[in-house]
Protein backbone atom coordinates (compact mmCIF):
# COMPACT_ATOMS: atom_id res chain seq x y z
CA UNK A 1 0.00 0.00 0.00
CA UNK A 2 1.88 3.33 -1.36
CA UNK A 3 1.86 6.71 0.87
CA UNK A 4 0.69 8.31 -2.17
CA UNK A 5 -2.15 6.99 -4.03
CA UNK A 6 -2.22 6.83 -8.27
CA UNK A 7 -4.74 5.00 -10.56
CA UNK A 8 -3.17 1.84 -11.68
CA UNK A 9 -3.31 2.38 -15.43
CA UNK A 10 -4.77 5.32 -17.84
CA UNK A 11 -4.62 4.84 -21.39
CA UNK A 12 -5.43 6.84 -24.54
CA UNK A 13 -5.16 6.65 -28.54
CA UNK A 14 -2.34 8.36 -29.76
CA UNK A 15 -2.46 12.59 -29.89
CA UNK A 16 -5.08 12.23 -27.08
CA UNK A 17 -4.03 13.94 -23.90
CA UNK A 18 -4.14 11.77 -20.79
CA UNK A 19 -3.73 12.84 -17.08
CA UNK A 20 -2.26 11.02 -14.44
CA UNK A 21 -3.20 11.78 -10.69
CA UNK A 22 -1.64 11.43 -7.30
CA UNK A 23 -3.13 12.39 -4.18
CA UNK A 24 -1.58 12.54 -1.00
CA UNK A 25 -1.65 14.41 2.46
CA UNK A 26 -0.69 17.50 4.18
CA UNK A 27 2.62 15.54 5.21
CA UNK A 28 3.71 14.98 1.99
CA UNK A 29 2.29 16.55 -1.21
CA UNK A 30 0.57 19.33 1.19
CA UNK A 31 3.91 20.70 2.25
CA UNK A 32 6.66 19.51 -0.13
CA UNK A 33 7.25 19.39 -3.66
CA UNK A 34 6.02 16.68 -6.12
CA UNK A 35 8.27 15.09 -8.59
CA UNK A 36 7.28 12.90 -11.36
CA UNK A 37 9.43 9.82 -12.97
CA UNK A 38 9.02 7.60 -16.22
CA UNK A 39 10.05 4.09 -16.37
CA UNK A 40 10.45 2.85 -19.84
CA UNK A 41 10.06 -1.16 -20.11
CA UNK A 42 13.00 -3.15 -18.41
CA UNK A 43 14.90 0.76 -18.09
CA UNK A 44 15.41 2.74 -14.98
CA UNK A 45 13.46 5.32 -13.81
CA UNK A 46 14.21 8.89 -15.74
CA UNK A 47 13.02 12.12 -14.10
CA UNK A 48 10.31 13.53 -16.12
CA UNK A 49 9.09 16.71 -13.49
CA UNK A 50 10.44 18.03 -10.31
CA UNK A 51 9.24 20.98 -7.81
CA UNK A 52 5.25 20.19 -9.08
CA UNK A 53 5.65 21.67 -12.78
CA UNK A 54 9.64 21.91 -14.00
CA UNK A 55 10.58 19.52 -17.24
CA UNK A 56 14.36 18.79 -16.76
CA UNK A 57 16.23 19.68 -20.01
CA UNK A 58 15.29 17.33 -23.13
CA UNK A 59 11.57 16.11 -21.52
CA UNK A 60 8.88 17.15 -24.52
CA UNK A 61 6.68 19.82 -23.74
CA UNK A 62 3.84 17.56 -24.31
CA UNK A 63 4.57 16.75 -20.68
CA UNK A 64 3.56 19.21 -18.03
CA UNK A 65 2.72 18.47 -13.75
CA UNK A 66 0.31 20.49 -11.63
CA UNK A 67 -0.24 20.85 -7.86
CA UNK A 68 -2.71 21.78 -5.61
CA UNK A 69 -3.52 21.42 -2.00
CA UNK A 70 -2.52 17.39 -1.36
CA UNK A 71 -2.91 16.41 -4.91
CA UNK A 72 -0.82 16.60 -7.85
CA UNK A 73 -1.22 15.54 -11.74
CA UNK A 74 0.47 14.81 -14.49
CA UNK A 75 -0.55 15.53 -17.76
CA UNK A 76 0.45 14.04 -21.63
CA UNK A 77 -1.35 16.51 -24.36
CA UNK A 78 -1.06 14.39 -27.90
CA UNK A 79 -0.24 10.67 -26.41
CA UNK A 80 2.41 9.50 -27.98
CA UNK A 81 3.31 5.40 -29.01
CA UNK A 82 6.94 6.03 -27.31
CA UNK A 83 5.32 7.58 -23.83
CA UNK A 84 4.27 3.92 -23.16
CA UNK A 85 5.72 3.27 -19.61
CA UNK A 86 4.96 3.16 -16.17
CA UNK A 87 4.89 6.60 -14.01
CA UNK A 88 5.47 7.18 -10.77
CA UNK A 89 4.84 10.37 -8.32
CA UNK A 90 6.72 11.27 -5.04
CA UNK A 91 7.31 13.26 -2.59
CA UNK A 92 9.45 14.33 0.40
CA UNK A 93 6.53 12.89 3.25
CA UNK A 94 7.49 14.83 7.02
CA UNK A 95 5.70 12.17 9.13
CA UNK A 96 7.76 9.78 7.93
CA UNK A 97 11.21 11.73 7.55
CA UNK A 98 11.64 9.83 3.83
CA UNK A 99 10.91 9.97 0.35
CA UNK A 100 7.39 8.47 -0.36
CA UNK A 101 6.50 7.32 -3.73
CA UNK A 102 2.91 6.19 -5.53
CA UNK A 103 2.39 2.80 -6.40
CA UNK A 104 2.70 3.99 -10.39
CA UNK A 105 0.20 3.90 -13.29
CA UNK A 106 1.00 2.14 -16.56
CA UNK A 107 0.70 4.43 -19.83
CA UNK A 108 -0.89 2.42 -22.95
CA UNK A 109 -1.56 4.22 -26.24
CA UNK A 110 -4.07 1.96 -27.69
CA UNK B 1 29.02 12.82 -19.22
CA UNK B 2 27.38 12.14 -15.86
CA UNK B 3 26.73 8.47 -15.29
CA UNK B 4 25.63 5.93 -12.04
CA UNK B 5 27.34 2.98 -13.36
CA UNK B 6 25.99 -0.34 -11.30
CA UNK B 7 27.84 -3.73 -10.33
CA UNK B 8 26.14 -6.94 -12.48
CA UNK B 9 23.25 -9.17 -11.31
CA UNK B 10 23.45 -11.04 -8.17
CA UNK B 11 22.23 -14.43 -7.19
CA UNK B 12 22.31 -15.66 -3.88
CA UNK B 13 21.45 -18.35 -1.35
CA UNK B 14 18.87 -17.51 1.95
CA UNK B 15 21.34 -16.16 4.72
CA UNK B 16 24.02 -15.23 2.22
CA UNK B 17 25.04 -11.29 2.12
CA UNK B 18 25.29 -9.58 -1.27
CA UNK B 19 27.09 -6.14 -1.81
CA UNK B 20 26.17 -3.66 -4.52
CA UNK B 21 28.24 -1.20 -6.29
CA UNK B 22 27.31 2.14 -7.62
CA UNK B 23 30.40 3.87 -9.30
CA UNK B 24 29.97 7.69 -10.07
CA UNK B 25 31.55 9.95 -12.88
CA UNK B 26 31.64 12.76 -14.52
CA UNK B 27 30.39 14.93 -11.50
CA UNK B 28 32.13 15.86 -8.09
CA UNK B 29 31.47 12.72 -6.17
CA UNK B 30 30.55 14.56 -2.55
CA UNK B 31 28.24 17.58 -4.35
CA UNK B 32 25.46 15.46 -4.23
CA UNK B 33 23.74 12.87 -1.70
CA UNK B 34 23.31 9.28 -2.95
CA UNK B 35 20.21 7.55 -2.39
CA UNK B 36 19.16 4.11 -2.79
CA UNK B 37 15.51 2.34 -4.59
CA UNK B 38 14.24 -0.77 -4.55
CA UNK B 39 11.91 -2.38 -6.91
CA UNK B 40 10.83 -5.78 -6.44
CA UNK B 41 9.48 -8.08 -9.35
CA UNK B 42 6.57 -5.98 -11.19
CA UNK B 43 6.05 -3.85 -8.31
CA UNK B 44 6.57 -0.01 -7.76
CA UNK B 45 9.44 2.25 -6.47
CA UNK B 46 10.37 1.85 -2.41
CA UNK B 47 12.86 4.22 -1.13
CA UNK B 48 15.57 2.77 0.98
CA UNK B 49 17.67 5.85 2.46
CA UNK B 50 20.04 7.84 1.73
CA UNK B 51 23.82 8.38 2.65
CA UNK B 52 25.66 11.79 2.86
CA UNK B 53 28.77 11.20 0.47
CA UNK B 54 30.45 14.37 2.36
CA UNK B 55 30.31 12.54 5.99
CA UNK B 56 29.64 9.23 4.70
CA UNK B 57 26.78 9.23 7.42
CA UNK B 58 23.83 6.90 6.18
CA UNK B 59 20.12 7.42 7.39
CA UNK B 60 18.09 4.55 6.48
CA UNK B 61 14.12 4.35 5.40
CA UNK B 62 11.77 2.75 7.76
CA UNK B 63 11.89 -1.57 6.79
CA UNK B 64 15.68 -0.67 6.20
CA UNK B 65 17.24 -1.05 9.39
CA UNK B 66 18.98 -3.74 10.40
CA UNK B 67 19.96 -5.44 7.64
CA UNK B 68 20.89 -3.27 5.20
CA UNK B 69 24.23 -0.78 4.77
CA UNK B 70 25.03 1.91 2.36
CA UNK B 71 28.83 2.99 2.93
CA UNK B 72 31.33 4.92 0.38
CA UNK B 73 34.93 4.73 -1.25
CA UNK B 74 35.24 8.26 -2.26
CA UNK B 75 38.63 6.93 -3.61
CA UNK B 76 37.00 6.01 -6.67
CA UNK B 77 33.45 7.72 -6.37
CA UNK B 78 32.11 4.51 -5.58
CA UNK B 79 28.97 4.20 -2.88
CA UNK B 80 27.58 0.75 -2.36
CA UNK B 81 24.68 -0.92 -0.80
CA UNK B 82 24.84 -4.23 1.28
CA UNK B 83 22.16 -6.84 2.34
CA UNK B 84 22.83 -9.45 4.72
CA UNK B 85 20.88 -12.50 5.68
CA UNK B 86 19.46 -12.31 2.34
CA UNK B 87 15.70 -13.79 2.35
CA UNK B 88 13.49 -13.95 -0.69
CA UNK B 89 11.73 -11.47 -0.45
CA UNK B 90 14.86 -9.13 -0.98
CA UNK B 91 14.81 -10.76 -4.48
CA UNK B 92 14.35 -7.16 -6.12
CA UNK B 93 15.67 -4.35 -8.58
CA UNK B 94 18.35 -2.03 -6.79
CA UNK B 95 18.62 1.18 -7.79
CA UNK B 96 21.32 4.11 -6.21
CA UNK B 97 20.09 7.90 -7.40
CA UNK B 98 21.56 11.02 -7.37
CA UNK B 99 19.48 13.52 -5.44
CA UNK B 100 19.13 17.37 -5.86
CA UNK B 101 16.68 19.90 -4.27
CA UNK B 102 13.58 18.96 -3.48
CA UNK B 103 14.38 15.51 -2.80
CA UNK B 104 14.77 14.78 -6.93
CA UNK B 105 16.50 11.95 -7.86
CA UNK B 106 18.19 13.56 -10.71
CA UNK B 107 20.18 10.74 -11.99
CA UNK B 108 19.84 6.86 -11.69
CA UNK B 109 21.96 3.75 -12.15
CA UNK B 110 21.15 1.51 -14.40
CA UNK B 111 20.12 -1.04 -11.32
CA UNK B 112 21.25 -4.49 -10.24
CA UNK B 113 19.37 -7.43 -10.45
CA UNK B 114 19.60 -9.35 -6.90
CA UNK B 115 17.83 -12.61 -6.81
CA UNK B 116 17.22 -15.06 -3.64
CA UNK B 117 16.72 -18.51 -4.15
CA UNK B 118 17.81 -21.72 -2.89
Known amino acids: QSVLTQPPSASGTPGQRVTISCSGSNSNIGSNAVNWYQQLPGTAPKLLMYTNNQRPSGVPDRFSGSKSGTSASLAISGLQSEDEADYYCAAWDDSLNGVVFGGGTKVTAL | QVQLVQSGSELKKPGASVKVSCKAS????????MNWVRQAPGQGLEWMGW????????TYAQGFTGRFVFSLDTSVSTAYLQISSLKAADTAVYYC???????????WGQGTLVTVSS
Open chain 2, 26 to 33: GYTFSSDA
Open chain 2, 97 to 107: ATVAGSWTFQR
Open chain 2, 51 to 58: INTHTGNP
